[in-house]
């Protein structure tokens, strides 16, 4: 008894020693630190992943399959933490190619060239598609949750295949789990609202978690939607609930106050139903560092070569095509700089990438054409010579090639009407190896509470986002040292 007793101190000791070195303050996450933490803390218990979009999408060009990763935060910020830890994602299976490449359960291991853990697909009709995905998701809670000042349309036939295929994602969940214990479950955005509590239901020992990528609006916004108390009774189901920012927490809760019956608790910042608690914690999200030896070296100028750009000066944007994102606004900041300091004509070019998105959607398709038919109104005022100082690249490029044009801007904009966290401020950042380059970032994206050495701009204002761009290009070196 005696021995089996110290065997048993010794081995608390160990764990606990180990968990001291993984708590390590001055240790940086990487890879290896985590996988060693979901060892040490969760005791290596699986782990799922359920979100709209897929991480890795195969398509078909002229009978020839092709995979990509697709443009987008949730992927950006998730991708790295599966590799690292392994597991199941479920996603929407989207590309032409996705059933043919995955086996009879819809699963494909991934990443294609290295696979470290398993995507299932989920297929979804094109009536689903339309009435979960186009309409509930991005033409009702979208613009309600984003303040930009687009109007939600609520239809009640898109909300019925929302809570259709919100069960259709719990349901292929619950099948995974059937033979596994205490799972834990990481339930993504706002696309699958009302999968924790059916999880929940059947399962109580899964330990169940949403995390919503955009902003939680005012509890006055949020109540314009008809089905809100089902919204908040689905998140509610998880054990955990997490948004970027506190604030976004505190919307959350005041909603929560003024439409469903329970007990607050503000010491813990936690929801109690009955027995069923709820913690509501803010993590402000990230992207896996590049590292600094990859960001050494001469910056890569051929992408700048080939779109044949020759400027001194180069300022970038990189966005999915979303009217949220601010691209507008931005070119009349251009126009606004080029009328105030003309000695940038010639000098200075705005290198917008943007990808599409949503394009199913007709505010989508709309806001691509404004931004299209306002890049070249600018151009056209300014050109000279075979100059023009907008560049819209209106296509994906690889976090590769991201990361060369990052090294080459001396500027970037990022500068959303309203940003959950907005990783690409985060991307820009971390490319900067030599601390140089200077981040033009909107007081409306989750990442100015973090970013504290960016410039902070009202992104509706083109004189602020103009002087913000002067001011960028006129800092001293050691200034940007600091700041970066
Ligand atoms: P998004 O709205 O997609 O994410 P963001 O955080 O800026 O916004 O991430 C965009 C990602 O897509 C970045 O990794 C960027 O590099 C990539 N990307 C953008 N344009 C691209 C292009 N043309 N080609 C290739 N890649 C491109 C949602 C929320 C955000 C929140 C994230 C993560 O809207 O507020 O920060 O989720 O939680």
């Keep these: 008894t005696k021995v089996t007793k110290s065997l048993k101190q010794a081995r608390v000791a160990a764990s606990e020693e180990a968990r001291m070195r993984l708590e390590k303050l001055d240790s940086p996450w990487t890879a290896e630190r985590l996988r060693e933490f979901i060892k040490a803390y969760l005791k290596d218990r699986p782990i799922y992943i359920l979100s709209n979009r897929e991480p890795y999408v195969h398509t078909k060009d002229n009978g020839k399959i092709e995979w990509h990763v697709p443009a987008g935060g949730v992927i950006t910020a998730l991708e790295p933490v599966m590799e690292a830890c392994g597991g199941t994602w479920i996603a929407h299976g989207s590309g032409a190619a996705d059933i043919e490449t995955a086996d009879t359960e819809g699963k494909i291991q991934v990443p294609p060239d290295e696979p470290k853990y398993t995507l299932k697909r989920v297929s979804l009709t094109d009536k689903e598609i339309q009435g979960y995905y186009n ?82 609006p005012s509890s006055a916004q949020f109540n314009i939607c008809p089905w809100r108390k089902e919204l908040l009774e689905g998140m509610l189901g998880a054990d955990l609930v997490g948004f970027h920012t506190q604030q976004h927490c505190n919307n959350f809760i005041d909603t929560v106050s003024n439409e469903i019956e329970s007990r607050i608790d503000y010491e813990h910042f936690s929801v109690f139903r009955g027995e069923h608690q709820t913690l509501i914690k803010p993590f402000p999200i990230s992207i896996a560092f590049p590292g600094r030896a990859e960001a050494h070296g001469t910056p890569d100028r051929t992408i700048l070569d080939t779109l044949g750009i020759r400027s001194q000066r180069i300022v970038l944007g990189v966005d999915r095509l979303d009217y949220t994102k601010g691209i507008l606004e931005r070119f009349k900041g251009i126009e606004f700089l080029l009328d105030e300091h003309p000695a940038y ?59 060369h044009l990052y090294r080459c801007a001396d500027v970037c904009l990022v500068t959303p009407l309203h940003d959950g966290m907005n990783l690409v401020a985060k991307e820009y950042v971390a490319a900067r190896a030599d601390e140089s380059g200077a981040l033009v970032l909107s007081q409306f994206a989750g990442a100015s509470r973090d970013l504290k050495g960016a410039i902070l701009i009202n992104p509706y204002s083109a004189e602020e986002a103009s002087a913000a761009i002067h001011t960028a290009l006129s800092m001293q070196k050691t200034e940007q040292h600091r700041r970066m």
């Design 345 to 403: 004509k010639g000098e200075l070019t705005l290198l917008q990438i943007a990808s599409p998105t949503r394009e199913s959607v007709e505010k989508y398709r709309e806001y691509a054409a404004q931004v299209t038919a306002e890049a070249e109104r600018v151009n056209k005022k300014f050109a000279t010579n075979g100059w023009k100082p907008i560049i819209l690249e209106k296509r994906n490029y690889s976090h590769d090639e991201l990361l």
């Design 135 to 216: 309409g509930f998701s991005n033409e009702a809670l979208w613009p309600l949750c984003h303040m930009v000042h687009t109007r939600p349309i609520f239809r009640a036939e898109d909300w019925i295949q929302y809570k259709k295929v919100n069960a259709k994602f719990a349901k292929t969940l619950l099948d995974e789990i059937r033979n596994v214990e205490r799972p834990i479950v990481l339930v993504q955005d706002y696309h699958l609202a009302l999968v924790p509590a059916i999880i929940k239901k059947s399962r109580p020992d899964a330990l169940v978690s949403i995390f919503w990528h955009i902003p939680w």
